[in-house]
């Protein structure tokens, strides 16, 4: 009887075991924030999500086991790391810790997790493929032909035909066991093998500056081999290597290329295929020229039919050189390329004139027409591009400058089927197309908007009870991705199309809850650095194609700001520990050149684009609108040394965490002692932006912060009428410090203004992304986008973190802790989002109903949320319809400002509180 007992009670535990590792799950493994991603060149980290059915899941300890095949993997011979049981409750960015990477080799990855619900099982095998990790394992020569031809114009609006490369090769008769191609064409690159286009890419590589880095793609290429005869293709783009279009613009040479095909074959054999003087070349292809800002010309008349196969005759063809190098080693490349992301198609068409046509996407977009004709051969179709027309129903082109925003397609004259054709080296930011040349009378059905931009996971989604914002969210959406170049432009359509740092400080944060930019922002970072002068001196455009080194503190302090933004949106450290010295160097440069007095007198910019006093002006003449260049300076500085200082905590560096803490304290004294009047209890002349840096920065006193946030409110309820005054600086913390500071409802107001200046003017005003300028409807067309997102601010961040109530909580990364603390303010009804954050799904959807905010919430496994929910009656809150004291797991922690505070753990809740509104 004890025996069955003993059995009984075996068996019980086993199945409970069972059970509780059926509900705990392990998913979304990552590399480097991708997903089994190949030709890496650095040790990785490792990160994964939990899920369990039950609520309150917390991992308290991880087992990682990586092997060099999935046989081994699965057999439990991890042969190139196994961790062995780390307690730990971290799951993102685990380092990589075990035996040296090799080139070329693929590594499989598991893990377990121990949690306070039992332990999981192993999770589903994951992989990673490492690159060419050395310098020697490049075999490959860059190939190029550093020549014009006839048809190429050097000089002016240049030209420059697109360069056609092959190369034949013969691939044994026996089993391949593996075919990886590493490759980099610059500027851009389309390759073929047997004709087949390789990866899905476009406008490849990503860019940058090409003397310092050149980044390279890996493809596996084991199914596109045939035995016998094989061909590889490649076509190069101009892009930004060749720029010979602008003075003052980088140019780096005519295009060129490195390419390394490696097979290995079941026996072990290998065969190598590298680019050499040995492939042809030749520009007399279909693609006549090719400009990001001018357009693209074809000639289908040119096609070389079979030309990236096998068995084409290339006797006519050059032969290719080797050329010089760019300067840059090969790198491998994390961030994803630019792909063709979404297909819309369009709404009308109007003949304006006989033989012209208007085209109405519907939708301000980036990217290109794809379009079907038919017709005579050399009937040449032109298409050009604007985000507006003008009253007569024409192109208004006056704000695309000097780019010519020109396709021109020639037919081949197929007399059965419709030709079909979009270009591949160039892009346009438009809503309208003008169409000419086309054949018979063209249709909606001919055409379709091909939307590009850098490949990246959709991750936020926010919606609320007011069309207002709604209309502006989905302008954020589209004009946010229509600037993910690879690096984040300004602008899509223009003659510029630059990566200005001001632009993106703050608002990369409230992009990075709509999209996963992890990777982009990071790259970006590393262009900054490269960019850096010796002296330290960081520049206003990264990468530097145009040499923009004004020395300020408000566009290179996006530098500081997108570091910490990554590490506290993503918990991704490293960027803050690879440019740590040269952050410091660009501070100790701007200190020793421009400081007096602990004051930083050194801008450039100003309030840049804040709303002029008359409707034509780009920028305002007032200097009552004005704010001064040091408050500027010295807010910046006393905020980058905050950053600073923080950064080197966490380096593990405290004496310079207290030298930059000791620095912080003498400038903002300085600061304070010369801006301040004592009398009126405001900042210099009172600019909005004046008082709001220092207010949000804590340089304010206790006693004299409720004095100035009140000269805030009176200045835009009073002079501005409830309407925004701040320029790029000032919005990035107008939403945020409003709030905080106990006026939502005044940027409930900004957010849902429909007049002038606001962001619903622009929607009002028929606009589907964001406008350069508040005025983009009346000012000078020498500078007034239709499409740049600088503007916003932190008007995302307001809507995810305030109106949501979904904000990673200060002192955590990554969402580890996350704060939940909505806004319901009169004048909203219902509020849902979601965001997908690095550690799981995290929503929010609240509502009122009656008398009660009705709250349903999702909080990922391996966190805990502080929810803080608007009541002022606590006793009456329900979950799940049970009183929320009596609900196992929920920790209340206080009740304050109209607020009651529970601590929660992992899982699903729905939430009933009496009142709610703010």
């Known amino acids: 009887m004890k025996k069955l007992i003993s059995f009984c009670v075996s068996l019980g535990l086993l199945l409970t075991a069972c059970a509780d590792k059926a509900t705990i799950e392990i ?118 032909l550093d020549k014009s031809f006839e048809q190429d114009v050097l000089t002016g609006k240049t030209r420059l035909a697109a360069r056609y490369f092959r190369k034949e090769f013969t691939v044994e008769d026996k089993a391949i066991r593996k075919a990886t191609l590493y490759i980099s064409g610059l500027g851009f690159y389309e390759a073929f093998i047997n004709a087949a286009r390789i990866g899905e890419q476009v406008l490849s590589p990503t860019p940058t500056d090409y003397s310092k880095v050149v980044k390279y793609n890996t493809f596996d290429l084991t199914s596109n081999l045939q035995t016998g005869d094989n061909a590889i293709g490649l076509v190069l783009g101009n892009g930004r290597f060749f720029s010979m279009r602008q003075p003052g613009v980088r140019h780096f040479g005519f295009p060129e290329m490195i390419l390394q095909l490696e097979i290995v074959y079941a026996d072990g054999s290998t065969q190598t295929l590298v680019s050499d003087s040995s492939w042809k070349v030749t520009a007399d292809g279909p693609i006549r020229a090719n400009n990001e800002f001018d357009g693209e010309e074809y000639d289908a008349r040119m096609e070389m039919p079979g030309w990236n196969q096998p068995g084409f005759d290339d006797s006519t063809w050059l032969q290719a050189e080797t050329v010089k190098a760019p300067g840059g080693l090969p790198e491998a490349q994390l961030n994803k390329n630019i792909k063709v992301m979404e297909t819309i198609h369009p709404v009308s068409i109007k003949e304006i004139k006989p033989g012209l046509h208007i085209l ?140 200005w740092l001001g632009d993106r400080a703050v608002g990369s944060q409230g992009e990075s809850f709509i999209f996963d930019n992890n990777n982009l922002y990071a790259k970006w970072l590393d262009d900054i650095e490269q960019a850096q002068r010796e002296d330290g001196s960081i520049p206003d455009v990264a990468p530097n194609y145009w040499s923009v080194y004004s020395d300020n503190m408000t566009w290179p302090g996006a530098y500081l700001i997108i570091a910490n933004m990554l590490y506290e949106q993503y918990g991704n450290k490293e960027p803050i520990i690879r440019h740590y010295d040269s952050m410091k160097k660009w501070m100790k440069y701007m200190k020793d050149k421009y400081m007096i007095d602990n004051i930083m007198t050194k801008d450039t910019y100003g309030d840049w684009c804040m709303p002029p006093e008359s409707p034509g002006l780009i920028h305002s003449q007032d200097p009552g ?33 207290q030298r930059f803490a000791g620095e912080a304290a003498e400038v903002r004294e300085a600061f304070h002692a010369r ?16 008082n709001l840096l220092p207010l949000c920065y804590g340089m304010v006193a206790d006693e004299d912060k409720e004095a100035v946030f009140g000269h805030i409110v009176e200045k835009t309820m009073g002079e501005f009428n409830g309407h925004v005054s701040t320029g790029l600086v000032g919005i990035q913390w107008l939403m945020r410090g409003l709030t905080e500071y106990g006026r939502p409802d005044i940027a409930l107001q900004i957010a849902t203004n429909r007049t002038y200046p606001s962001w619903g003017y622009m929607a009002e005003k028929g606009a589907t992304t964001i406008w350069e300028l508040w005025n983009g409807d009346t000012a000078d067309p020498a500078m007034n986008s ?133």
């Open 27 to 144: 998913v979304n493994l990552r590399c480097e924030n991708l997903v089994n991603p190949q030709g890496i060149d650095q040790a990785p980290r490792l990160s994964w999500n939990l899920s369990s059915a039950k609520r309150n899941l917390q991992q308290t300890g991880y087992h990682i086991r990586v092997a060099s095949s999935l046989e081994k993997l699965s057999s439990g011979q991890p042969d190139a790391w196994d961790s062995g049981l780390v307690s730990s409750g971290e799951s993102i960015y685990i380092p990589y810790e075990g035996m040296s990477l090799e080139s070329r080799t693929t590594y499989y990855w598991q893990v377990r997790a121990t949690t306070n619900q039992g332990t999981s099982g192993w999770s589903e095998p994951a992989c990673w493929t490492m690159g060419l990790t050395q310098t020697a394992d490049w075999q490959a020569q860059w190939t190029g």
């Open 360 to 499: 109405d996407m519907g939708q301000n977009m980036v990217g290109w027409l794809r379009m079907k004709v038919k017709g005579e051969k050399g009937q040449t179709v032109q298409l050009r591009f604007a985000e507006v027309l003008k009253e007569d129903g024409t192109l208004y082109l006056d704000n695309i400058r000097s780019a010519l925003v020109t396709d021109l397609y020639t037919l081949r004259g197929s007399r059965e089927e419709p030709e079909v054709w979009e270009p591949s080296f160039t892009y346009h930011g438009f809503r309208f197309v003008e169409i000419s040349g086309y054949p018979g009378t063209p249709a909606l059905a001919d055409f379709e908007g091909r939307v590009v931009y850098d490949e990246m996971e959709v991750t936020g989604h926010f919606e609320t009870s007011d069309p207002t914002i709604n209309q502006i969210y989905r302008n954020a959406y589209w004009g946010i991705r229509g600037n993910y170049r690879g690096m984040p432009t300004d602008c899509p359509q223009r003659d510029e199309r630059m990566g």
């Open 625 to 657: 609108r004005k704010t001064d260049a040091a408050v500027l300076g010295t807010t910046f500085y006393f905020r980058m040394l905050y950053l600073l200082e923080r950064f080197a905590g966490l380096l593990g560096k405290p004496d310079e965490a």
């Open 675 to 690: 801006f301040f009047n004592k009398e009126t209890r405001q900042y210099s002349n009172n600019t909005v932006t004046a």
């Open 786 to 918: 239709g499409n740049h997102v600088m503007l916003l601010g932190d008007l995302i961040v307001w809507y995810y973190e305030n109106l949501a109530g979904i904000r990673n909580k200060p002192g955590s990364t990554g969402f580890r802790e996350i704060e939940m603390k909505p806004y319901p303010i009169d004048g909203l009804d219902w509020v849902t989002a979601s965001y997908h954050s690095t550690r799981g799904l995290i929503t929010s959807a609240w509502k009122k109903e009656g008398d009660n905010f009705c709250w349903q919430i999702t909080i990922p496994g391996n966190t805990t949320a502080f929810v803080c929910i608007p009541t002022s009656d606590k006793d009456k809150i329900t979950e799940s319809g049970t009183p929320i004291s009596s609900v196992p797991g929920i920790r209340f922690i206080e009740a304050k400002d109209g607020y009651a505070l529970y601590e929660l753990g992992s899982g699903a809740y729905d939430i009933v509180a009496p009142g709610g509104a703010i």
